[in-house]
């Protein structure tokens, strides 16, 4: 018997979907860093981060794969 409340834990970390979220929307790594209020090598830790798990090359395959598994919208 299933849970009806039961949610699978997501991909991504909230800071990961908020550096995602930027991305798609054409912010550079120095856009996204101010408007979040971190560093630089930070956007860039969760950007590395988060294409590890996909198991991916680059940042727009990373966007493409979180598209298709409908971890982010655009």
């Known amino acids: 018997m299933k849970d009806k409340h039961y949610r699978p834990k997501p991909l991504l970390t909230k800071r990961e979907r908020e550096v995602f979220e930027l991305l798609v929307q054409d912010k550079t790594t ?44 655009i």
């Open 30 to 73: 120095k856009d996204i860093a101010e408007q979040l209020f971190i560093s630089e090598k930070t956007v860039r830790n969760h950007i590395s981060n988060t294409m590890q798990k996909l198991g991916v090359k680059g940042r727009s395959q990373a966007v493409v794969e979180l598209l298709r598994l409908g971890e982010l919208e």
